[in-house]
């Protein structure tokens, strides 16, 4: 069974909309990270999220975490060209090591 | 700001051959990550490093595989036999901390297995 996984895989809207990502994983979890990967460069941490925390903001980024539904959502609001990248949710279980579980990731595209 | 580097950036290798990718975490971290992400699939954990010694390793990290830190800044992983499935990208990553604390990715290393 997949830890995390992402809803939707991809998505495409335009400049200046609002795009909402979905996360689902399955186990408890310490706490919940959102990465961007634009094309061929590394994992960027966006936001952590813990798993006594029920929303968090970052600028433009929102977080919710829904533990009683095992679900998070990444909102970036007003978004720019320069948000097209993969966005990806990673959870660290809480019994075991610090290891990131990911998801497969949403791809988004932002249109100008 | 610091952030994690990664050498080299793409490596060509013959099968079988042994080949080592090096990253220097960021200075002031003390938890060490390699990952890997086969193209068009999820980023996978490999390892996790603390105190000098493997703290967790997944199915993948099998005896092919290891992990040093060598000096105060580097932390390498080695492959001695590659086989065609180790063709992937490998992430370094470092954290302050172990509890709740993000963790910074370099930019990767594309390993080529021919």
């Known amino acids: 069974s997949q830890q995390g996984e992402e809803d939707p895989q991809a998505l495409s809207i335009q400049e200046g909309e609002n795009a909402t990502m979905n996360c689902s994983y399955k186990?408890?979890?310490?706490?919940l990270q959102w990465y961007r990967q634009n094309s061929g460069r590394g994992l960027v941490h966006l936001i952590l999220i813990r798993s006594n925390e029920r929303e968090k903001h970052s600028g433009r980024l929102r977080v919710t975490l829904d533990t009683s539904k095992k679900s998070s959502s990444l909102l970036i609001t007003a978004s720019r060209a320069a948000d097209t990248a993969s966005y990806f949710c990673a959870t660290v279980v809480v019994q075991g090591a610090q290891k990131l579980v990911f998801g497969q990731g949403t791809r988004l595209t932002i249109n100008p | 700001e610091p952030e994690v580097t990664q050498t080299p950036s793409h490596q060509v290798t013959q099968m079988g051959q042994e080949v080592i990718l090096r990253c220097v975490p960021i200075?002031?971290?003390?938890?060490f990550y390699w990952y890997r992400q086969i193209l068009g699939q999820k980023v996978e954990f490999l390892v996790s490093f603390y105190n000098n010694e493997i703290s967790e390793k997944s199915e993948i990290f099998d005896d092919q595989f290891s992990v040093e830190r060598p000096d105060g800044s580097n932390f390498t992983l080695k492959i001695r036999s590659t086989k065609l499935e180790d063709s992937a990208m490998y992430f370094c990553a470092s954290s302050e901390q172990v509890r709740n604390q993000p963790q910074h990715f370099g930019d990767g290393t594309r390993l080529s297995i021919l």
């Open positions: 200075s002031n971290h003390l938890y």
């Open positions: 186990t408890s979890i310490n706490n």
